[in-house]
């Protein structure tokens, strides 16, 4: 039987069109990011039933705190619910939550629910489920050579000595394996610094599905061009 992974073993996906979803079904923008939620509760369970060791969210970016103050409340409320819905079919089904980007800055209850996600889950080994809240590329590499450079000015290290994997090491994906695919829906072409250094030599797929309708068998489809791909990591 052949392997229904393709041989990716960390996928990541930008969950871009919410909006656009509910503006085409003239609903509110607020309806959009509710059926996004949803998305995002199947595509777990199917990653996890496909096989997947480690699913990436791009959740909420750094960037993201410009949009409208009513939006981002309605955003953190449906990270609220989500947490307390699906906290304890994580521990059931041993998935494990991690968080990366700065989610420390959030609203204290947030934090909260989301540290002891983290710890409840902590010992869960079927599938990891990373999802980045207030997260930046470009500020995750600033602050791994923010440390190196502490580190060197301690001389704890020598600046001839530091490596891609001191680096990578520092980055909030560190204990995650390489990343395989990354996946964006709703038609746009741009990473929009979500794991830019993770992504040196992962495969890209981009899609005009809009989020909420991002299903099993538009992840399949990616998947399936992925295991169609040739994989040179620069090399013939």
């Known amino acids: ?41 199947n595509i777990v369970r199917v990653a996890g039933e496909t096989g997947i060791k480690v699913l990436t969210l791009y959740a909420f970016s750094s960037e993201n705190w410009s949009r409208p103050a009513d939006e981002i409340s309605d955003l953190m409320g449906l990270l609220r619910q989500y947490i307390q819905s699906d906290i304890e079919e994580f521990v059931e089904n041993g998935v494990r939550l991690k968080v990366i980007g700065n989610y420390k800055a959030l609203d204290r209850d947030i934090v909260g629910m989301i540290d002891n996600a983290i710890e409840r889950t902590s010992k869960n080994d079927r599938m990891t489920l990373a999802v980045a809240l207030n997260y930046g590329a470009q500020d995750e590499m600033l602050r791994a050579v923010q440390s190196i450079a502490m580190s060197a000015k301690a001389g704890e290290i020598e600046a001839d000595q530091i490596n891609i994997n001191d680096i990578s090491n520092l980055l909030d994906t560190g204990e995650l394996p390489p990343l395989d695919l990354l996946i964006r829906t709703s038609g746009e072409l741009r990473l929009s610094n979500f794991l830019l250094w993770q992504a040196a030599y992962s495969e890209l797929y981009f899609t005009d599905t809009l989020w909420p309708d991002f299903d099993k068998r538009e992840l399949q489809k990616a998947l399936k061009s992925f295991g169609d791909r040739d994989r040179r990591f620069g090399g013939r």
Do not use: F, Q, S
């Open 1 to 41: 039987m052949a392997d229904p992974t393709y041989g990716a073993r960390h996928i990541a996906i930008i969950m871009d069109g919410n909006g656009r979803w509910a503006k085409k079904k003239h609903l509110p923008r607020a309806l959009g990011h509710k059926k996004g939620v949803e998305a995002v509760r």
